[in-house]
């Protein structure tokens, strides 16, 4: 099984930013597969392990100190030809807990790194997913700019767990969540 997990934006946040994006894809037909999660920031590419729920458990418990978050979005970016994203600026609590999930998850469950997890992993916020969208980026981007005001700033006080036995964008279900510390 799959595990993803990332700290979820704000409901009137994710509500606003879902509904300029919804709006917006009116015009273009866009997969909304990256809506089925809460908008949010992924701390780690998502893994395979057998046993999610101790994982998950671990997971929390080691972060069950972590206080609330404040994420500065800097810009509205197109990454390849298939994702726009909302770009976080790093910060130290960011970094740290993605450091911490790979350190320990490595030497309690035997985790590797995944994918771009490690010194090259980039915290953002997705908008779209689709390999269609290559033809419409520029234009998607512009429109997306004159509804999203970056930079702005939010604070997050939620983890979210979600599992998936593929893996893959859309498939992925929440199970848990661990509320920070304000």
Same mark, same amino acid.
């Given at each position: ?65 972590? *206080?609330?978050? +404040?994420? &500065? $979005?800097?810009?509205?970016?197109? #990454? %390849?030809?298939?994702? @726009?994203?909302?770009?976080?600026? !790093? ?50 981007? *512009?429109?997306? +700019?004159? &509804? $999203?005001?970056?930079?702005?700033? #939010? %604070?997050?006080?939620? @983890?979210?767990?979600?599992?998936? !036995? ?17």
């Amino acid at each position: 099984m799959y595990i993803w997990t990332g700290l979820v934006f704000d409901k009137k946040s994710e509500d606003n930013i879902r509904n300029i994006c919804k709006e917006i894809n009116e015009d273009y037909g866009l997969s909304e597969l990256s809506f089925t999660l809460p908008q949010h920031v992924s701390l780690k590419t998502s893994f395979d392990i057998e046993d999610y729920t101790r994982v998950i458990e671990y997971i929390k418990k080691i972060l069950s100190k972590q *206080k609330s978050i +404040n994420l &500065k $979005i800097c810009s509205i970016t197109k #990454i %390849n030809n298939a994702v @726009i994203w909302l770009d976080l600026e !790093e910060n130290y609590e960011l970094r740290k807990i993605h450091e911490l999930l790979n350190s320990k998850l490595k030497e309690k469950f035997g985790i590797p790194l995944n994918g771009f997890d490690g010194e090259n992993f980039h915290f953002h916020s997705t908008l779209f997913q689709d390999k269609n969208i290559k033809d419409e980026h520029e234009i998607l981007v *512009k429109r997306l +700019n004159e &509804k $999203i005001y970056v930079p702005f700033e #939010i %604070n997050v006080n939620e @983890i979210d767990f979600g599992i998936s !036995e593929k893996g893959t964008v859309g498939t992925f279900i929440e199970v848990d969540s661990l509320s920070l510390n304000q």
